[in-house]
């Protein structure tokens, strides 16, 4: 796929918890915006494979956690 680059201005409140969000899931902060992008827009096919990998291992550990109650 290819990619074009945007530029955006966000309020710093926005940009520290974009920040902070990309840091715990352990991405990017350009594969966070494209999948807010990708929700808001309802498909989710085009979801970048790192943030399906991350949510699925919250799922994995909420899992675990579960069966080890």
């Known amino acids: 796929m290819s990619t074009i680059s945007v530029g955006v201005r966000l309020p710093a409140h926005l940009h520290d918890m974009l920040v902070a969000y990309a840091a715990k899931a352990q991405t990017s902060k350009s594969e966070v915006i494209v999948t807010a992008l990708v929700n ?23 899992l675990e956690t579960k069966a080890a109650e």
């Open 40 to 62: 808001y827009f309802n498909n989710p096919e085009d979801v970048p494979l790192s943030i399906k990998v991350a949510d699925l291992e919250k799922r994995i550990v909420a």
